[in-house]
């Protein structure tokens, strides 16, 4: 309704608060489908602590743990972090084919702290406590390097540019697993102690990682499947389980300590052709 101002004959039209119109939605606060998948990320990183200490620590604590409910609980808060992975994986994929909210970078990097940072952070911290021949103060020792390693990472990788198809450092979603993998694979302590820091510090190094994309998404994928299925055949004692899971563990450290040494042996390649191109170049 139009009010007349019997002064000025001017016409005052009420705001658009007054009139019941609803404010639009800031673009800052709408969330894209991608977003939608790195809060999943978000939910099973923190799955994953809520297992970790309902199924293997409080039962310890308490002196009711059962190795088949602590082997469960484990299974689960692992196969979790390997949810989280797809997520993160499947987020990346979507926001480049739809689009991404201007928060989209940060969710995905908060999201990553929880599932890649804390969740096995908190997994080798309760493992140096239920472990017969770990050390608990070592351990969690252990777990503040791998902790710190992922946020480094991730503040490294909002604030340096990089080559398009390239990670600076181990992916923190592949440190996570190979850290998990390590204390799964039930080596002496100082060896678990020794891995556990070499990959906190793989995550932090100028090694080169190629980013999953195309073929190596679908083969990382399912590797991860994979792996499901073999934590899957662990928790239920399947014949051959614990086999299964070890070897599979044996492989995820195995693929951490190969990628540094092709992608090594590739710089040292390029830096070899970059000098000789060099020298051709200055020849007559």
């Known amino acids: 309704m139009t009010v007349i101002d019997p002064e000025t004959q001017a016409g005052w039209v009420p705001e658009a608060d007054e009139a019941g119109d609803e404010e639009e939605m800031p673009l800052s606060m709408r969330l894209s489908i991608a977003d939608t998948l790195t ?11 809520y297992f970790t200490t309902t199924g293997i620590l409080i039962p310890h604590l308490t002196g009711s743990q059962e190795s088949g409910m602590a082997r469960h609980s484990a299974a689960t808060a692992v196969i979790l972090m390997l949810c989280a992975a ?30 890649f940072g804390l969740a096995p952070a908190y997994f080798v911290l309760v493992y140096g406590m239920v472990a017969d021949d770990a050390h608990q103060r070592v351990a969690a020792l252990g777990a503040i390097v791998v902790l710190l390693a992922v946020v480094l990472r991730l503040a490294r990788f909002s ?15 592949f440190g996570a697993l190979t850290v998990v993998s390590i204390v799964l694979l039930e080596l002496p302590f100082p060896a678990t102690l020794l891995a556990i820091v070499g990959t906190a510090w793989l995550m932090v190094s100028r090694v080169e990682y190629p980013k999953p994309r195309g073929r190596l998404a679908g083969a990382m994928l ?21 086999l299964l899971l070890q070897t599979g563990c044996a492989l995820q450290l195995v693929m951490g300590a190969v990628i540094p040494l092709f992608a090594t042996a590739r710089r040292v390649n390029n830096f070899r052709d970059n000098r000789r191109e060099a020298r051709a170049a200055q020849l007559p």
């Open 159 to 173: 604030c340096v540019t990089l080559k398009d198809g390239m990670f600076q450092g181990m992916p923190s979603p």
């Open 39 to 49: 809060l999943g990320n978000a939910t099973c990183g923190f799955m994953a602590v």
């Open 222 to 242: 399912g590797w991860i499947v994979l792996s499901m299925g073999l934590l899957a055949a662990w928790a239920f004692d399947a014949p051959g389980g614990q």
């Open 86 to 115: 797809v997520f993160d994986l499947f987020d990346g994929l979507v926001a480049r084919k739809l689009r991404s909210s201007p928060m989209g970078a940060e969710l995905d990097n908060l999201s990553d702290l929880i599932s």
